[in-house]
């Protein structure tokens, strides 16, 4: 994903650790549906099991039938300004609270988030992804996926990502270790949040994850390294 789109709305919370900057508007809905669409973005999806949301509540295969003009057509008919000031001033209820909670788990499992983030707001895609090279780091949040989890829960779901991912990139976790990826922030995510969701994965790899996590969970680094040596 590119960074500092130009006509973007944006605004930002309070100057203050986990101040979050919102960027939100036509061309990166426009960006976020041509990344889904991309080869290697259909092919993540449909490998990785995940549920997508498209202009016009198409299927991968329908949009992928539509020309680029006829699915621009699409993203602005369905813009609205409203859905995603709305979400925005959502997610700033309580977010220092929230935040603050996140911090002081994080903080337990020697982790600590950037003071910055940046936050598109999109209503396409997967639930949520992350931008690890960008500055300030940047999470994607697809509006479609409250159903299943609020915005500011995905938040802390990437900023958790973004946490441990030089260690990910370190221990060359690549796509085939995908899930092994999410379960040990699912676990983080967990630690500091009892009531969160946790991701299917498959019964015995998932319990030789548990079991390296309790034991090292103070040491997120040997975490990542023993739980990409697992051989299944």
Known sequence: MENNDEGLNAQSSEKEPGELIFEYGVDVE????????????????REKGYRVSLPGGLSLDEALALSPEDRGILIAK???????ESARDQILDGWKEKFEVLQKGLASLGLKPDNKYEVRLTRYGTG???HYASSPKMVMVNLEAKKRHAPAEIICHEIVHLCIESWIQKYKYGEEL????????DL?????????????????????IDEIFENNKTDMEEVIKQVGSINI
Not at 30 to 45: A, D, N, P, Q, W
Not at 188 to 208: H, T, V, W, Y
């Open 128 to 130: 949520g992804s992350y």
């Open 188 to 208: 983080i995510m967990r630690e500091i949040f009892p009531d969160e969701l946790m991701q299917n994965i498959d019964s015995k790899l998932g319990a030789q």
């Open 78 to 84: 369905e813009y609205d300004p409203f859905i995603y």
């Open 178 to 185: 995908h899930w092994r990826k999410e379960h040990i922030v």
């Open 30 to 45: 426009e960006k976020r549906v041509k990344y889904t669409l991309s080869e290697k973005g259909v092919k993540f999806c």
